[in-house]
């Protein structure tokens, strides 16, 4: 069964099985919650999803790295993003997330990541020609994205289950 953790929840003790990091689209909680719809797919699957969508997160919050609750949800992003196996990213078409772009620059390059972006994104051909160049699959259709992140972590979590069979 698939576990959800949440910032600012320790996500350490769930390494132990495949994990996945949901980049993308958030917008201060503005944009689509298209993260419950890839936990939901992920439900009977072995892994850990680490969902940056912060439950308690306030607008009302200084995003100054001096202000505590913003520098501990940076930290909590950088620290899972390094941690997951996979990187799951969408770009919702009507939002521009440039913190996304960020971290789609900062681990494009890293062999992890799987990219839903459709067309009309304000960055498209920007995020196409990245992808690219990394070797990266991108998404136009949000169904067939889900459908990458099912079969890699279940993959993911074939492999984790015979490692750990061997071990004993």
């Not at 069964?1 to 132990?16: G, H, I, K, W």
């Not at 196996?85 to 440039?98: E, I, K, N, R």
Request: aromatic share 10%.
């Amino acid at each position: 069964m698939c576990v959800t953790v949440y910032p600012p929840e320790d996500f350490r003790p769930y390494l132990a099985t495949p994990t996945v990091f949901l980049a993308g689209s958030i917008d201060m909680g503005r944009a689509a919650d298209w993260q419950s719809r890839v936990e939901e797919v992920l439900g009977p699957v072995d892994c850990a999803v680490l969902n940056p969508r912060r439950k308690d997160w306030d607008d009302s919050w200084k995003q100054e790295a001096d202000f505590p609750p913003f520098r501990e949800q940076v930290e909590w992003e950088l620290d899972a993003l390094d941690a997951a196996d996979l990187v799951a990213m969408h770009l919702d078409m009507d939002s521009q997330a440039p913190v996304s772009l960020l971290e789609l620059g900062l681990h494009v390059a890293g062999g992890k990541m799987v990219v839903s972006c459709p067309d009309g994104y304000w960055r498209k051909g920007n995020v196409d020609i990245v992808c690219e160049r990394f070797g990266v699959p991108v998404y136009e259709d949000f169904q067939e994205f889900l459908d990458e992140v099912v079969r890699r972590m279940s993959l993911k979590a074939v492999v984790a289950a015979r490692k750990a069979r061997r071990t004993r």
